[in-house]
């Protein structure tokens, strides 16, 4: 079974550019996950997706990041335009759906895209 | 709110030595509670987890027991080896609508053979 799988890796881009994250979840996973983590803090919530709607986007720092997951599958983070502190580490995370609603279900994370603007 | 705090690393010990790593949490509700942790190159992966109170997680020779009475949730494993050097996170997961799960910012780990 494929893990869940974020392209690219590393990013280095000036501030001022666009920049656009992929990550592809794990079939059949409903739920999907943004995250980041800047130099050595903690790891921020950015949204949630169930399918392809967005259940709490609370974490999202400001109208410059729009995350789109059309179709219910693979799911994009572009950032436009990129600031000097929107570098970090981009996580992304899928889980199944919990029927009744659990809240003990495990996350799947990818390696994550590793951001840079100079 | 919701958050975890859990201790600064870097943490270095020898390889045999004895590890804990503390972490605290607020919440609101019942969370669950959960240790994640990442190697080098590698994304996150579950270590443990326990969903409520007196509960205890293991694998690996990690351990971990949900304390409601002290909010807290420390990681502990007897005799470290090299290949458990990484970045362990403590992780807590709310209903807040949905479900979130909200990490701590994570201890590093280096075990010297």
């Known amino acids: 079974e494929a893990g869940v799988t974020q392209f690219p890796s590393h990013s280095v881009i000036e501030k001022g550019q666009t920049v656009t994250l992929r990550c592809d979840p794990i079939s059949g996973h409903d739920n999907l996950y943004w995250y980041r983590r800047v130099m050595g803090k903690e790891i921020k919530f950015l949204l949630h997706f169930v399918k392809e709607s967005k259940q709490d986007e609370s974490g999202m720092p400001n109208n410059r990041f729009l995350a789109e997951r059309t179709g219910g599958t693979y799911s994009t983070l572009k950032v436009q335009p990129a600031e000097l502190e929107d570098s970090g580490v981009y996580f992304c995370a899928s889980s199944q759906a919990s029927p009744g609603g659990r809240n003990s279900e495990k996350l799947f994370f990818g390696s994550g895209t590793q951001l840079s603007v100079l | 709110g919701n958050s975890v705090t859990q201790m600064e690393g870097p943490v270095t010990l020898s390889e045999e030595a004895f590890l804990t790593i503390n972490c605290t949490y607020t919440?609101?509700?019942?969370?669950?509670l959960f240790w994640y942790v990442q190697y080098p190159g590698e994304g996150l992966q579950l270590l443990l987890k326990a969903t409520k109170a007196d509960d205890k997680g293991s694998n690996k020779g990690f351990e971990a027991t949900y304390r409601k009475e002290t909010t807290s949730f420390h990681l502990e494993k007897g005799s470290v080896q090299v290949s458990d050097s990484a970045v362990y996170f403590c992780?807590?997961?709310?209903?807040?609508?949905?479900?979130?799960?909200?990490f701590g910012a994570g201890t590093r780990l280096f075990v010297k053979a």
């Open positions: 919440a609101t509700g019942y969370p669950s």
């Open positions: 992780a807590l997961t709310v209903n807040t609508g949905g479900f979130k799960t909200i």
